[in-house]
């Protein structure tokens, strides 16, 4: 696009999400099955009589309600470099608009809620992006991030596919061979992803290529290629401060978020960053 003058479209798109509802039969079930700690299944089993005490029989997974902030940084990092970026945030875009998926054989049930496929491929097709981010955090949405690299490559199989987030980085092998994805972005992608949309585009001429960018995973005559380990921000400051244009922020004002129930009406909720990597290691997340 450069070498036409022309402007690289940049769209990070976080798509529609899953979540289910779990009988505590099911749960009760599991728990009595696979549990190793006679302690932890009687403190669990606990639980399940309290809440049924309660008139509560499911477990629902509560909705994700932040605005992206990683696709935010990645975005802003990549608008600083004069590139056109999109940010398309299909979970709270259609937020309200849940519909039932499917049962499990077990007797679950999935629900999606977000933008439906349909107006996804109105939005990339206004856009008509050159390159697509992809962000997919948690493995049990893997599904949804493929569903849109497929739509995106069914679009314009020339358009460039990029994932980031917590499930690419630690399995970029999902990506990369059960996917079109062409590219996975490992750690800081904020510095890495705009390193290599200056490769892609050929605004910047490298005998190495993308081999020379540090956080890369991608394939070569079927097979893996990972690039040299990018370290994590020494310094938080080089973070750049979000731009919020690339948002529309008055979509995150709900009195609930992915963190609980707002306690102040101060109307929309953004995020901060207090530290890089994870220093949580929760169970669910990848």
């Not at 700690?37 to 997974?61: M, Q, V």
């Not at 493929?146 to 399995?171: C, F, P, Q, S, Y």
């Not at 893996?224 to 919020?244: G, Q, Y």
Request: aromatic residues 8%.
């Amino acid at each position: 696009p450069w070498e036409r003058g022309e402007t690289p479209r940049v769209m990070l798109i976080a798509p529609y999400y899953h979540r289910i509802v779990r009988p505590l039969s099911i749960i009760e079930k599991n728990l009595r099955t696979e549990e190793n700690s006679t302690e932890d299944l009687l403190k669990d089993l606990n639980i399940i009589r309290l809440l049924r005490s309660n008139g509560i029989y499911n477990l629902e997974e509560m909705k994700r309600a932040g605005a992206p902030m990683g696709l935010l940084r990645v975005g802003t990092a990549a608008k600083k470099k004069g590139y056109n970026v999109n940010i398309l945030d299909a979970v709270n875009e259609g937020f309200n608009r849940e519909r039932k998926s499917f049962e499990t054989s077990e007797g679950s049930q999935i629900y999606t809620y977000g933008l439906t496929k349909e107006e996804i491929v109105r939005k990339i097709q206004d856009f008509n992006p050159h390159i697509v981010g992809i962000s997919i955090d948690y493995t049990h949405q893997w599904g949804n991030a493929r569903e849109i690299a497929d739509l995106v490559k069914t679009l314009d199989e020339k358009a460039i596919v990029v994932m980031g987030g917590t499930h690419v980085n630690g399995l970029p092998e999902d990506a990369l061979l059960d996917s079109p994805t062409d590219y996975v972005v490992q750690r800081q992608a904020d510095q890495t992803f705009p390193e290599l949309l200056d490769i892609l585009t050929r605004r910047k001429l490298s005998l190495e290529g993308v081999r020379g960018i540090k956080g890369i995973v991608y394939r070569k005559d079927q097979k893996l290629v990972k690039t040299e380990v990018r370290d994590f921000f020494s310094n938080i400051d080089d973070i750049a401060i979000p731009d919020l244009s690339l948002i529309n922020l008055s979509i995150y004002n709900r009195k609930y978020h992915s963190a609980g129930k707002a306690k102040l009406n101060h109307k929309n909720i953004l995020y901060g960053f207090t530290s890089t990597g994870c220093d949580v290691r929760c169970r669910f997340c990848a």
